[in-house]
């Protein structure tokens, strides 16, 4: 009996150290990306399905909510920036020299490819196109009697419509001192925000007008007049008869609109009705050392299968062509959020962008 018991204790304790020493000879690709709670749940099962069909491989997945880009660049200079990053194409010109270039890849919208790339050079795989339309409050409309937005409407045609939208409770359309919100303004003018262009007369036309709908038409409303309200609340609060805004806005307003909603191309100015066509996606760190796996990881994750996936939720725009935007609920008129990639441009993004961007706070009174 005592021999036996010695036995199996000698059997259990050898099975243990066995389990403690047994090696993890899978390779290690860390990535990095920021994204909402409603994202990440998309990103893990992905990741854990590219585990199962790569078993020699192993994800060391870096979540970043906030400050992601401040949290990358430190990674960066103190040489531990991860094999696989999350950017976007505002941010992509600042790490072209720390990133692999990559062969152009099948199926994208070119836009979404030019976004990504830096002086002719692709250093992204596009997950996404990020634009914005023209969302509107369409009980509102009936209410108030006023025909719903066409896509042929021009500038005037939109003043005119958020002068009738106007009131004593609400206003006609948003307005945000971010250039992602004011851009369209200028580049349907023929203008820009860069330095070379911002003086332009086109350019000083459509901030013009822009600044217009605030201070001179009373349209849109002034700081004091939103509070703490975002435009988001705002446009939810029934306090905006049209609120300007990407793809990004359709699941809180299926999951929280009162009202019903629609949404319409931006307006024509003198160039036609142009937004910018941004892009997210995936690159590769030059100091990764296991460059292989993550491109393997990156051609995962921009299949036609999985940019579906993100797709579906209502949170992009694909930037792949065979993925199609699902019409299982609101807006109505969901393909217009493809349908203007061919008219749109890409941000005029250079290496000191965000220096630009910051002077022009500055000096842009509104």
């Not at 505002?90 to 030019?114: I, R």
């Not at 993550?294 to 999985?306: F, G, N, P, Q, R």
Request: proline share 6%; net charge negative.
């Amino acid at each position: 009996m005592k021999n036996s018991f010695k036995f199996w204790l000698c059997l259990l304790i050898c099975v243990f150290l066995c389990g403690c020493t047994a090696k993890d000879d899978r390779t290690v690709v860390q990535f990095a990306s920021w994204g909402s709670k409603s994202e990440i749940d998309i990103i893990k099962p992905i990741l854990k399905e590219f585990e199962t069909k790569n078993p020699d491989i192993k994800i060391d997945f870096m979540h970043i909510p906030q400050n992601y880009f401040q949290k990358i660049h430190l990674l960066f200079a103190s040489n531990t920036a991860p094999d696989v990053i999350f950017i976007n194409n505002l941010y992509l010109p600042v790490y072209v020299n720390v990133l692999e270039e990559l062969p152009v890849k099948d199926g994208f919208y070119p836009q979404a490819l030019e976004a990504l790339s830096y002086e002719g050079r692709l250093y992204a795989v596009p997950r996404d196109i990020s634009n914005l339309v023209i969302f509107y409050n369409k009980d509102m409309f009936d209410e108030k009697g006023i025909p719903y937005p066409t896509s042929d409407w021009t500038f005037e045609d939109f003043l005119k419509t958020a002068q009738k939208l106007t009131d004593e409770n609400t206003f006609g359309i948003s307005f945000e001192e971010d250039p992602l919100f004011f851009l369209p303004y200028l580049m349907s003018e023929g203008g820009g925000i860069l330095p070379d262009e911002i003086d332009k007369p086109e350019s000083q036309k459509g901030l013009k007008f822009y600044a217009d709908l605030r201070k001179k038409y009373h349209v849109a409303p002034l700081k004091s007049q939103s509070a703490s309200a975002t435009m988001a609340q705002m446009f939810l609060q029934k306090r905006l008869g049209m609120y300007l805004s990407g793809r990004w806005m359709v699941p809180k307003l299926r999951e929280e609109a009162q009202f019903d909603w629609d949404i319409v191309p931006f307006p024509k100015g003198d160039k036609g009705s142009i937004v910018q066509t941004d892009a997210s996606g995936w690159a590769v760190s030059k100091s990764s050392k296991h460059k292989k796996e993550a491109m393997a990881l990156i051609d995962y994750l921009s299949s036609e299968e999985s940019i579906e996936k993100f797709t579906q939720s209502g949170l992009i725009v694909p930037a792949r062509k065979d993925v199609l935007i699902a019409d299982n609920d609101k807006p109505k008129n969901y393909k217009i959020f493809t349908e203007i990639i061919s008219t749109s441009k890409p941000t005029p993004v250079t290496r000191d962008y965000r220096e630009i961007i910051d002077n022009l706070h500055k000096t842009l009174q509104w």
